[in-house]
């Protein structure tokens, strides 16, 4: 459904731009036309094929019964690289793969737009920052969360994270046996990690419980009905709004202090916590950022940041579990690299996991990818066409896509197509190391696991100088250690186990066993 006001606005800056840029348009736009398949175009041919279904409520029985990524895949199969699937009146035209995707992801924001859709994370992340501000704005809070993730600021973070994570596996798993809730666990350490390199000692020491239930509440299972209709006025959703408002309660408070008095920062909060640095940020006209800014940007962090970190670390654990001959070449990865680190400084002093030694961790680094490929943590990445485009098939076929369209870029399809990755349902680490290289070969679009083009996760720049794989044991060898596995056996299971059902977007592996 088209947004009458939003394409008003666009129409009018287009009209603007169009006198000032269209010498320089002009060149962009031929120089587009003869590099990429996809050209914007005064509509002239026919629209992308239609999956068959039922007349009005068309693919939702389809998606309630087996699983959206089922769908898109079948559909992918019957109907090729460019089709449009529809429900309850809403229609939504996939593309799949490269060579129909440079559009989606390279177009200026007033052809193929972000913040149209993702408007529905508004009443999560709040008012003022994210999707509910301009393009511009948008971009220099984006600036902002950069400065948190720059090397300087995580080479100090790693040192609290591994301090984390090892203090609570002692304390609470130091005498467990039996069946363990993975996710569960990963998000619990994970939330630990969140609050003291987010918010600081004191919170993590004295509010972490408080402020951990409050963002289970906000964030919850995603739902296609909250991809559609965030305002409806369901139980989750109220959940949601009550949520919100306390941790801005709390977030607004402590940002308070902190500004009002150097007493607000406790023993042990240090100058290097995120909510410190976004309190210290500024705007290019030198305008500092609001206490309610401040609230929105760390929810947007903890929104962004918590649900991908938790489901990629759930699906790594749970991938090099079923696969011990990767488990094992990843732990004695981090074995040789502590030794290492130990004979470097020449000291007897147990190794710590420090920034240089992840960044060294090639197996874990390829591993994680791998387990992002196969589980991405979102199924599609979505935009709206904000003007009519066509758009070319690799064997030749032209749709035209209409001003208004939603738009869809489904990563559970476009990560194992069989042109890009050799056997593409098969866990293998080794497509990323030198000499095979699948994504690169493939073109920048070929893994979206991050996103591409416009905007790409500013995350998935934390990532391994490629150089060090040849250092590896042969993950051949090796045998996998005791202590944790996973019950089943086989790919099969894995790939059942990520089908969201009931309307949920996709699921994650929860049982594993310690022993
Ligand atoms: C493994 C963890 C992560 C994964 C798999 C992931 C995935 C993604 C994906 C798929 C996109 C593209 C969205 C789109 O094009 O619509 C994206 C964009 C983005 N991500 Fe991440 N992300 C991760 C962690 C993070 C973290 C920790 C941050 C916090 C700073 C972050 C901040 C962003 C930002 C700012 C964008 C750009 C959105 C825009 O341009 O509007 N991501 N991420």
């Given at each position: 459904m088209e947004d009458h006001q939003t394409t008003t606005i666009a129409h009018t800056w287009l009209a603007v731009m169009a006198i000032a840029v269209l010498p320089i348009a002009s060149v962009l736009i031929l120089t587009a036309t003869k590099m990429g398949r996809t050209v914007v175009a005064p509509p002239k041919r026919k629209g992308p094929p239609v999956a068959e279904c039922a007349p009005l409520l068309g693919v939702l029985p389809a998606i309630l019964t087996r699983s959206l990524q089922d769908v898109m895949r079948d559909q992918y199969s019957k109907l090729g690289s460019v089709f449009t699937l529809s429900s309850l009146g809403v229609k939504v035209t996939f593309l799949v793969g490269p060579e129909v995707s440079a559009h989606f992801f390279h177009a200026a924001e007033s052809d193929v737009s972000i913040g149209d859709v993702y408007k529905v994370t508004v009443p999560i992340i709040?008012?003022?920052v994210g999707y509910d501000v301009d393009h511009d704005t948008r971009n220099e809070q984006h600036r902002f969360f950069a400065d948190t993730l720059r090397p300087a600021k995580l080479r100090s973070h790693a040192r609290l994270m591994a301090g984390e994570v090892e203090e609570y596996f002692a304390a609470k798993w130091g005498a467990v046996r039996g069946t363990v809730d993975l996710k569960q666990e990963v998000e619990n350490v994970l939330l630990q990690i969140a609050s003291r390199c987010l918010l600081g000692k004191k919170v993590r020491d004295h509010m972490h419980d408080e402020v951990s239930s409050l963002l289970r509440e906000l964030i919850g299972d995603l739902h296609l009905v909250s991809l559609f209709f965030?305002?409806?006025?369901t139980p989750a959703h109220r959940r949601r709004d009550r949520a919100r408002a306390r941790l801005e309660e709390i977030f607004s408070g402590i940002a308070r202090l902190r500004r009002s008095s150097?007493?607000?920062?406790?023993?042990?909060?240090?100058?290097?916590d995120m909510l410190q640095s976004l309190l210290d940020s500024r705007y290019r006209d030198g305008g500092g950022t609001t206490e309610a800014e401040v609230t929105g940007l760390l929810v947007a962090l903890l929104f962004t940041g918590h649900h991908t970190s938790t489901t990629v670390t759930t699906w790594t654990a749970a991938r090099l579990l079923r696969h011990a001959e990767w488990l094992h070449a990843a732990t004695e990865e981090q074995r040789r690299l502590l030794l290492l680190q130990r004979n470097d400084q020449n000291d007897d002093a147990a190794a710590v996991i420090d920034y240089d030694v992840l960044l060294r961790m090639d197996v874990l680094h390829r591993s994680v990818k791998e387990a992002l490929r196969l589980h991405?943590?979102?199924p599609m990445i979505l935009r709206r066409a904000r003007r009519a485009f066509t758009v070319r098939t690799e064997d030749g076929a032209e749709y035209e896509v209409r001003e208004g369209r939603m738009l869809a870029s489904p990563l559970v399809v476009n990560n194992l197509l069989q042109g890009i990755y050799r056997d593409p349902d098969v866990f293998d680490p080794?497509?990323?190391?030198a000499g095979r290289e699948e994504d690169r070969v493939g073109g920048d679009?070929?893994?979206?696991s991050f996103g591409a083009?416009?905007?790409?996760?500013?995350?998935?720049?934390?990532?391994?100088?490629?150089?060090?794989?040849?250092t590896e044991p042969s993950p051949q060898e090796l045998r996998a250690p005791a202590g944790i596995s996973l019950p089943g056996d086989g790919e099969h299971d894995l790939h059942e186990a990520q089908r969201g059902s009931h309307g949920k977007l996709q699921e994650t592996p929860s049982a594993a066993v310690v022993h």
């Open positions: 709040g008012k003022g965030p305002y409806l006025p150097s007493a607000g920062r406790g023993a042990g909060d240090d100058d290097h991405p943590v979102t080794d497509r990323f190391a679009l070929a893994y979206t083009g416009k905007h790409a996760c500013m995350a998935r720049g934390l990532r391994l100088p490629a150089d060090q794989s040849d």
